[in-house]
């Protein structure tokens, strides 16, 4: 690759998916744009990712499509030695005539994942949200030792 600047698109799909343990399984597809500005000493990539996947609510467990979209920088350099693969920078040997994007695509994807799947307010199953409030406990109503009240006054002061 010479230098300058380098572009290639990419579909991430369930054949993909399928490839990470934590991920097999999932549904959809997102495309991820891959810029490369390659320079005598040093590659700069920059990931860019946006697609819809299947997921499951974590509070009903109904399926919905999950937005995902994000960027990822990664800097690349070229070493004889083996130093550096760390959160700074990518190194590569001279004799590598190959970067395999994969385990960056697929970084990129799970680092902007959401933590927490939840459908829209109003959108959870409804059978399974009075299952919800049927057994959930409301500690609200919940009767405190007047000893406790009292403490939690001086706190508060």
């Known amino acids: 690759m010479g230098e300058g600047r380098h572009v290639f698109d990419f579909v991430l799909d369930k054949s993909f998916f399928d490839c990470f343990e934590a991920t097999k399984g999932t549904e959809g597809t997102v495309n991820a744009k891959v810029v490369i500005m390659k320079s005598l000493l040093l590659m700069e990539v920059e990931i860019q990712i946006d697609g819809v996947v299947k997921a499951v609510c974590d509070r009903c467990l109904g399926e919905l499509d999950l937005p995902v979209s994000g960027r990822m920088q990664l800097v690349v350099k070229e070493s004889s030695r083996e130093e550096g693969n760390d959160d700074d920078y990518v190194v590569v040997t001279p004799e590598?005539?190959?970067?395999?994007?994969?385990?960056?695509?697929?970084?990129?994807?799970?680092?902007?994942?959401?933590?927490?799947?939840?459908?829209?307010?109003?959108?959870?199953?409804?059978?399974?949200?009075?299952?919800l409030r049927e057994y959930v406990k409301d500690e609200n109503n919940k009767q405190t030792d007047p000893r406790w009240d009292e403490l939690k006054k001086l706190i508060n002061k």
Not at 98 to 125: I, K, Q, S, T, W
């Open 96 to 131: 590598d005539d190959f970067l395999d994007m994969g385990a960056y695509l697929y970084e990129a994807y799970m680092l902007n994942y959401p933590m927490r799947v939840v459908h829209e307010e109003g959108g959870c199953d409804e059978g399974m949200q009075e299952m």
